[in-house]
């Protein structure tokens, strides 16, 4: 039964005619773009990018031939032009209805107080509508700001069933409708989003800007705060990721196919290598060899032409080369070969949509089979404040559903002690966990590398010693004689010499 | 009601586009119209000889000397509305009726308030002035 009206719900949305709204990502919200012969309400505070949505709106219409006109009761036309041309918008085949008050009105022969100007401007003002729609038949109609006509009705009530039959009005004359408004707490307008087929909610603060659709008369949306951006090329926004295994049929299947890392030990300790489309959170603390590891992976799978893709959101990408190079991981030559992309993150520039908006892009355009995201605590800066885990959730999940392996950097704070995974509570995630530690064996300091978990297979139950050298990363045979791996006493039994063998 | 028996409302208004608005409603109802925006023009039309219905005065703009032509009216006994701003129609009323108007309207009035007050002036004007006493 469930099926049948999910197929029924899906089967009247995608008969349903959409108008592309023009802005990057948001169709994706929106399920598809604008439905056809609906009127939709942008709300937002001042600067928020209400009139740019618009403009997006009416330049993707006028970009396939359609006639779209631009309502403007605040701004002029040529203001309007002037910003667009500004931003790089080209707005040929855009037609203006210019209904923004003239500078002679505030002067003395024109300002007026003996009649309401509902009964004073309604009529000419609903002419020149009337005959400009009439004109130019628009399928498109950006009409900024609707709330001004509430200033042409003597009250509430004439208002609602003003702006209710003007947008029918332009609804029946075959016209899809954007629309803003101005509201504020001495002049809210609730009546408003009743009466639209959907909102878009645009908000800025001093971390990041953001759109959230609360409604879509007959249609889904994807829900949440997703962030966008106002650039030279106007609005990009990057939705929220929603693992949706229904629709997309993301269901996680594991290929038995091995991502080996080229090092004996550490394939050995993993029983052949990660497994394909699966997440491996690689955890330790700082310093302990985590990205090297990491990049030995990324590296083995770019030299067998399986496009691999690092997010660095902690160092420079001269930094990382560099450190690669000192301990022969040839990466500088992958990355020329196109194999290796390595891409440096500022957390502060990015915000988690965005980061994943990226991933997805990179992915899906170069075919990457693996990913690294150095580190879990640089993603999370990105977050500002968000839900991690629900984030990471779905990053990783859209991975797996397209066969990529993922390899999490995570950080631990503290250098020896009891054994945790994460501090962060991200194992829920992960389907393998490689952990490095240090050892403090005969006054030295060393460090282990083991498995502690791998979804799809076996792995080995030991410990091997792990260096980096200028020669590359060396991991000793397995550790058998060590004892209390997981607490903080870790303690060696006989022999001691063995354990310096390699 | 031709234009030359149409009733004659002398309009006074110091701000043009209030008396554009007053006059171009007045017309579609029918009224002939006498619109001054100065007190001398004021001065002039109740020294003419025309007959004046009624006197639509919007005080704003004037100085207080407006009341002296508003005496002149109440002497002559021509029956006018004054029109004030809606912050200071309060504070007016008292004077105005005091000065002999009839009705005192705070701005912005609705068309419809007006055309009711003046078919009324109107009316009672057309029905006195066929009053028959009889024998």
Known sequence: MEDNVANFTERTEAQTERLSTGVPGLGEILGGGFISQRAYLVRGAPGTGKTILGLHFLTAGALQGEPCLFVTLGETEEQIRNNAASLGYSLNGISFLDLSPAPEFFTEDQSYDIFHPAEVEREPITRKIIEKVEEIRPTRVFLDALTQFRYLSTDSLEFHKQAFSFLRYLSESGATVVFTSDSSQQAPDDDLQFMCDGIIQLECNDMERSLCVTKMRGSSFRMGHHSFR??????????????????????????????????????????????????????????????????QFMKASASRQEKAVVYIFEEGLESLLRRCEAINLAVRPLIESQNLSVV???????????????????????????????????????????????????????????????????????????????????????????????????????????????RVGDFEKTLREVQITPDGLKLSEPLTRLRGLLSSQIQLTWPEGGFNEF | MNSEDAPLILAVNHNRRNLDLLVQFLSQDGYRILAVTSLEEFDQALSAEQRIEMAVVDITGFDQSIWRHCDHMRRKQLPYLVLASRWEAAGIQHRGYNHGARYVLAKPTTKKTLRLILNGFCRHSDEADSFDPGP
């Open chain 1, 344 to 454: 440096p993150i500022e957390p502060l520039s990015f915000t988690a949509d965005e980061f994943s908006s990226l991933v997805c892009r990179d992915v899906e355009q170069s075919n990457a089979r693996i990913v690294m995201i150095d580190s879990v605590a640089g993603y999370r800066m990105s977050l500002r404040g968000k839900d991690l885990i629900s984030h990471l959730h779905a990053l990783t999940r859209f991975l797996k559903s397209k066969g990529v392996s993922t390899i999490l950097i995570n950080e631990l704070k503290s250098l020896s002690g009891d054994f945790h995974i994460s501090e962060i509570g991200i194992s829920y995630l992960a389907d393998d966990i490689i952990f490095l530690r240090y050892l403090e064996l005969n006054g030295e300091l060393r460090k282990a590398i083991g498995v502690i978990k791998k």
């Open chain 1, 230 to 295: 106002l650039t030279t090329r106007g609005m990009e926004v990057s939705p929220v990721l929603v693992p949706d295994l229904q629709r997309e049929g993301l269901a996680p299947i594991f290929t038995g196919e091995l991502t080996a890392s080229g090092i004996a030990e550490l394939d050995a300790l993993l029983h052949g290598g990660l497994d394909r489309g699966t997440t491996t959170v690689l955890t330790g603390p700082s310093g302990v060899g985590k990205t090297t590891v990491g990049m």
